[in-house]
């Protein structure tokens, strides 16, 4: 479903006279549908970067970031939307808010993007909320005042209520306690029994261990680094 092939990228720091960092160099790596993969890696390694380039925030220098047919190494912006929308989907670890727009929109938001209609979409989002502890009082705000772990389950709502088949998860349990990181958990072995192709970042390893089937350690793509 996810398919990295020889990838390369650098940064151009435009304010220090042009300078260009390479940060990675020739990384592969395959998904299979309902595999969920870690990436691992020292500090600086290149994680983060590899995510962004799959999710097409990233320019790639060269190679292939195949997800599903879409080339997003190549993509149009217009076709890195299309594929965001119904296909690949992104649970970063800060929820990006949009102040006067309510918790159960922001949940909602991905399946009325896609068609759903209205009174699905939000029992849909009222039933995650439910399950990450969201309490109902806070619903109808928007999360802009929320606490952090709570404006982290509103997030990880959001991004589970569409059935992406590709789904990129930034620390999704950073923060959480027991109770909803178990949740958590759960969500992610149900999107792997529904068929998804999972890339994740775990600093907490108890978790990776857990749900992911193999580690991708990225410190072997980057240049400069023993491998
Ligand atoms: N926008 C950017 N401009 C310039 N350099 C960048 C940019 N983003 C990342 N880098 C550099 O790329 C390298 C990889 O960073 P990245 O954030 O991907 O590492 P990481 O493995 O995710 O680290 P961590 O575990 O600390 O989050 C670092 O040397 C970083 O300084």
Not at 50 to 65: H, K, P
Not at 156 to 174: H, K, Q, S
Not at 203 to 224: L, N, S
Request: charge should be neutral; glycine fraction near 8%; hydrophobic fraction near 45%.
């Amino acid at each position: 479903m996810i398919s990295i092939e020889n990838v390369s990228k650098s940064f151009v720091l435009h304010n220090q006279g042009s300078a260009e960092i390479p940060v990675m160099q020739g990384a592969s790596l395959q998904v299979a549908l309902g595999e969920c993969v870690s990436l691992v890696g020292v500090s600086g390694a290149g994680k983060s970067t590899l995510m962004r380039m799959i999710y097409g925030n990233y320019l790639t220098a060269s190679g292939r970031i195949m997800v599903g047919d879409v080339d997003v190494a190549s993509a149009a912006p217009r076709e890195i939307i299309q594929l965001r929308r119904r296909t690949l989907g992104y649970v970063s670890q800060f929820l990006r808010v949009v102040p006067r727009v309510s918790t159960l929109d922001v949940v909602a938001e991905p399946l009325l993007a896609t068609g759903t209609e209205r009174g699905v979409a939000i029992t849909q989002a009222k039933t995650l909320l439910t399950r990450l502890n969201i309490p109902e009082r806070l619903w109808a705000l928007s999360p802009t005042t929320f606490s952090g772990g709570e404006q982290q389950r509103v997030n990880i709502a959001r991004g589970f209520a569409f059935p992406y088949p590709a789904l990129l998860l930034d620390e999704p349990t950073a923060s959480l306690d027991p109770t909803n990181r178990a949740t958590v958990l759960a969500m992610i072995a149900e999107a792997k029994a529904r068929g998804a192709a999972i890339i994740g970042i775990f600093h907490d390893h108890a978790a990776r261990d857990e749900i992911c089937d193999r580690q991708f350690d990225v410190t072997r793509f980057t240049p400069g680094l023993p491998a």
